[in-house]
Nanobody, 115 residues
């Protein structure tokens, strides 16, 4: 049974930081890649970052230098460090397998509010 559980969201002021976690089970992450995505109010789901099993990491331009993806292979956990948060970063954040736009491939999400 595949399961992804995000946590770590919250409310912060602009310029603040949060660290999101994604604990996953029911599959192994020994190949391919996983993603962080978000949905901001009134907007479509958007891709933020992919982290590959070989260590490569990619980001959308809007979060480069502010967000940092990482993984802990021992605990099957992904992390997304959010720094220098902006009001426009407010939204629901998810980790997701591929394809990331399939609702069955992501968790319930964790809310980030910047105000």
């Amino acid at each position: 049974h595949v399961q992804l559980v995000e946590s770590g969201g919250g409310s912060v002021q602009p310029g603040g930081s949060l660290r999101l976690s994604c604990s996953f089970s029911g599959f192994t992450f020994k190949s391919g890649y996983m993603n962080w995505i978000r949905q901001r109010p009134g907007k479509r789901m958007e891709w933020l970052s992919s982290i590959y099993s070989d260590g490569r990491i990619y980001y959308v331009d809007s979060v480069k230098g502010r967000f940092t993806s990482s993984r802990d292979t021992a605990t099957n956990t992904l992390y997304l460090q959010l720094d220098n948060l902006k009001i426009e970063d407010t939204g629901m954040y998810y980790c997701a397998r591929n394809p990331w736009n399939d609702v069955n491939n992501r968790g319930q999400g964790t809310q980030v509010t910047v105000s």
